[in-house]
C-alpha cells in the first residue's frame, strides 16, 4: 500500500481555484486513500461583537462557519460527483497554522498538502508567514504545490546531504529517498534524481597558503561526495545517470538543476530546529526554496518533536 493514504488539504480561501485540491485528487485517484478539505477561518469583526449576547455571537460565527463549508462543497463538486472520498472541515481559529497542526495530528495525516503563491515577474515560489510555521511544526511532510499541472513523465529531484557531519544527516537522507522512491512508483512511474552540492574551495585558505592546491582539494572533496552518493543510490537501485553530484552553493545547484531537468516536485528533508536557517539540512534550504519553480515537498526525520498540541486552543468550532 502507498505511504500518503490520509491526506489533509489547506484550502485557499481567498481564491475558487484549489491547486493543492487538485494535486492531492491526483495523488489518491493512483495510490488510493482520501482527503480532508480543512479550512481555518477567524473574522475580526467578530471581535467587535461584545455588545451582543453569547447566544447571539455563537449564532454569527456559526453562520460563517456553515457559508465557507458550503462554499468548499462547491469547489469540491466535481470531484465528489467522481466518487473521489472528500471529507470537508471548516474551524474557527485565530492562528492558521496552529489550526492545520493540530488537525494533522487529530486526524493522524500523514500528508499536508497546501497551495504556494507564484511570483508572477520571477515565476519562483513565494510563502507566507503560515507555509514558514508548516514547513518548520508540522509533523507529518508538507506538500508546497505550485499552480501548475503535474506532467506526464515529470521526475522528482531529491536534496541530499552527503557531507556526513552530523549523525542525523544518514538516516534522513535515506528516509527522502526512500519516501520519494515510494511515490514515484505509484505516480506514472515519475523519474528520482538525486542531487548532493559540495563547496567550492575557500578563497582565504587559497591566498594565506601558497602551497595550498585547489584543485587537489576540489577533488577530494568531489570525491567524497561521489563515493556517499554511490553508498546512497545503490541502496534503491538508482541508475547512475540519475545522480548529481555538483560543485556550488545548494541555493543555486538545486534549483538550477529542477529547472534543467523540468522537476515537478523538489523533496527536501528538515530537521524543524530552530530558525528556518538551522532547520533544513545544509542550512540552505531557506535560500534554496526561494528560487524554486516547482512544487515542494518537506520530510522531517522520524524523531522530530512537533511543537504544537493537539486542541491546545479551546477558541473553535468546526462543522464537517
Given at each position: 500500500m502507498a505511504k500518503y493514504q490520509n491526506l489533509l488539504v489547506a484550502i485557499d480561501p481567498n481564491q475558487d481555484d484549489q491547486p493543492a485540491l487538485r494535486r492531492a485528487v491526483y495523488l489518491i485517484k493512483r495510490n488510493g486513500g482520501r482527503i480532508k478539505a480543512f479550512l481555518p477561518i477567524y473574522d475580526f469583526s467578530y471581535e467587535m461583537t461584545t455588545l451582543l449576547s453569547p447566544d447571539e455571537r455563537t449564532a454569527m460565527r456559526q453562520g460563517v462557519i456553515s457559508q465557507r463549508a458550503a462554499w468548499i462543497n462547491e469547489q469540491c463538486r466535481f470531484y465528489l460527483d467522481e466518487g473521489v472520498p472528500i471529507e470537508i472541515k471548516v474551524v474557527w481559529?485565530?492562528?492558521p497554522y496552529e489550526a492545520i497542526i493540530q488537525e494533522v495530528i487529530a486526524g493522524k495525516h500523514d500528508l499536508l498538502l497546501k497551495m504556494a503563491h507564484q511570483h508572477d515577474r520571477l515565476e519562483s515560489v513565494i510563502f507566507t508567514p503560515t507555509d514558514w510555521h508548516l514547513l518548520r511544526k508540522c509533523p507529518c511532510p508538507v506538500w508546497m504545490v505550485k499552480d501548475q499541472p503535474w506532467q506526464d513523465g515529470s521526475r522528482a529531484v531529491v536534496a541530499v546531504n552527503l557531507a556526513s557531519e552530523e549523525p542525523y544527516h544518514d538516516p534522513l537522507n535515506i528516509k527522502?529517498?526512500?519516501?520519494t522512491v515510494e511515490l514515484a512508483q505509484n505516480v506514472n512511474q515519475t523519474e528520482v534524481h538525486l542531487v548532493g552540492a559540495y563547496p567550492v574551495t575557500p578563497i582565504n585558505i587559497a591566498i594565506e597558503l601558497p602551497d595550498f592546491d585547489p584543485s587537489v582539494y576540489n577533488d577530494a572533496i568531489r570525491g567524497q561526495h561521489l563515493i556517499a552518493m554511490k553508498a546512497l543510490r545503490q541502496k534503491f537501485c538508482i541508475?547512475?545517470?540519475?545522480?548529481?553530484?555538483?560543485?556550488g552553493l545548494p541555493e543555486e545547484v538545486i534549483p538550477d538543476l529542477a529547472e534543467h531537468l523540468q522537476a515537478g516536485v523538489v523533496v527536501l528533508g528538515t530537521l524543524g530546529r530552530t530558525g528556518i536557517s538551522a532547520a533544513f539540512i545544509g542550512n540552505t534550504a531557506e535560500h534554496v526554496i526561494d528560487h524554486l519553480k516547482c512544487d515542494l515537498l518537506v520530510i522531517k526525520p522520524d524523531n522530530f518533536n512537533c511543537p504544537i498540541e493537539a486542541d491546545e486552543d479551546d477558541e473553535h468550532d468546526d462543522e464537517d
Open positions: 481559529h485565530n492562528r527522502l529517498v526512500q519516501e541508475k547512475e545517470e540519475f545522480t548529481h553530484v555538483e560543485k
